[in-house]
């Protein structure tokens, strides 16, 4: 068992992923707001999406001769894969001036257009899979991402990791997505990490986030990771945008099952029980068990896909 079984089930749930995310029946909304590169699922989807597009349209004004350069330098970079040009997009989206948001609009309309262009040439097919990555703090997120990310890395996947975190709002940074916790994944050249900074509301989440997410899958990245700590409203939010949303437990802390919102297993496709080696592999396996009949008796969310629970050790596989 190992980051590779959750590689097995990513694979599994991107083929079942177009219908999959509609059969869900989860609120789609975060995710197609600025999603117009997908292709229409449905009718209501496809209305929001002409709202949302009428929406940047109308908020786009006359931009200058100096702002036409910069959207045009951002654009360009950004769909070559150019990973600074993809920083500073990102910067750009989360800016609260309202000149500058206007330049955010612009660009972000750019870039769904290309992706929109990019699908159609696809046949239709999304060109990004997105994850979500919640669980408590000190639940292995960060390690487990390493591992993962480097797997996907190594099987030609290119991938982005957006950590948002909600606490940072006071200081306008973001502690969480510090890269010195993924050493080896930010030295590769495949992926992207980026701490995503909000605004302080489950709002300031959503949009930052869902713009980030756009940005990158417009710079060809095709796994987007978006890892939240699993003690706020902000993975009810993350779970939305992305196509599959994974819970990571710890083995250790008494009654984990108490600990965790229920809400928030609800919405778990995947559970993965963190740290299951050494001497933490028996309350781990322990901990899978309880999961697993925790799940059976939930609601069934689709005819397609069941909740999993599997275990693993970034360090030992
Ligand atoms: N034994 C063991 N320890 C692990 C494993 N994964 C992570 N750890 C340890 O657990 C601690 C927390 O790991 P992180 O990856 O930083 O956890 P996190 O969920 O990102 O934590 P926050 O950044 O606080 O949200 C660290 O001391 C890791 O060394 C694992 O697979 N096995």
């Not at 929406?55 to 702002?67: F, I, K, P, S, V």
């Not at 654009?75 to 989360?94: D, F, K």
């Not at 997120?141 to 390493?146: D, L, P, R, W, Y």
């Amino acid at each position: 068992m190992g980051p590779s079984n959750v590689l097995c089930v990513l694979h599994r749930v991107r083929l079942l992923s177009p219908v999959w995310t509609v059969r869900l029946g989860r609120s789609v909304d975060c995710k197609v707001a600025l999603d117009g590169g997908r292709p229409a699922q449905c009718a209501a989807q496809q209305r929001r999406r002409y709202s949302m597009e009428s929406a940047l349209n109308q908020h786009m004004g006359e931009l200058t001769a100096r702002e036409s350069r910069v959207l045009a330098r951002l654009y360009e970079g950004l769909v070559t894969g150019q990973r600074a040009c993809l920083a500073e997009s990102i910067t750009l989206v989360e800016t609260q001036h309202p000149r500058k948001r206007q330049l955010a609009q612009a660009l972000l309309q750019r870039v769904l257009d290309h992706r929109r262009q990019q699908e159609e040439l696809s046949g239709g097919k999304p060109l990004a899979f997105r994850v979500g990555l919640s669980g408590p703090p000190g639940a292995g997120k960060s390690s487990f991402i390493e591992v993962f990310g480097k797997m996907l890395t190594g099987s030609g996947h290119k991938v982005s990791v957006l950590a948002v975190d909600p606490s940072s709002c006071t200081t306008g940074g973001s502690l969480m997505g510090d890269k010195t916790r993924m050493t080896e994944l930010s030295r590769d050249m495949q992926a992207y990490i980026r701490p995503s900074p909000t605004s302080g509301t489950l709002g300031g989440v959503t949009r930052t986030t869902n713009e980030a997410i756009v940005l990158c899958e417009g710079a060809g990245y095709d796994i987007v990771l978006v890892e939240t700590v699993g003690v706020g409203q902000s993975e009810f939010a993350v779970a939305d945008m992305v196509d599959m949303f994974v819970l990571l437990i710890p083995p250790a802390g008494g009654d984990e099952l108490q600990g965790i919102k229920r809400g928030i297993i609800e919405m778990a496709d995947l559970v993965v029980i963190t740290k299951a080696d050494g001497d933490l592999l028996v309350p781990a396996r322990k901990i899978q068990a309880e999961y697993t009949s925790a799940l059976k008796l939930l609601r069934k969310k689709s005819k397609t896909w069941n909740p999993k629970v599997t275990r693993m050790s970034s360090l030992t596989g």
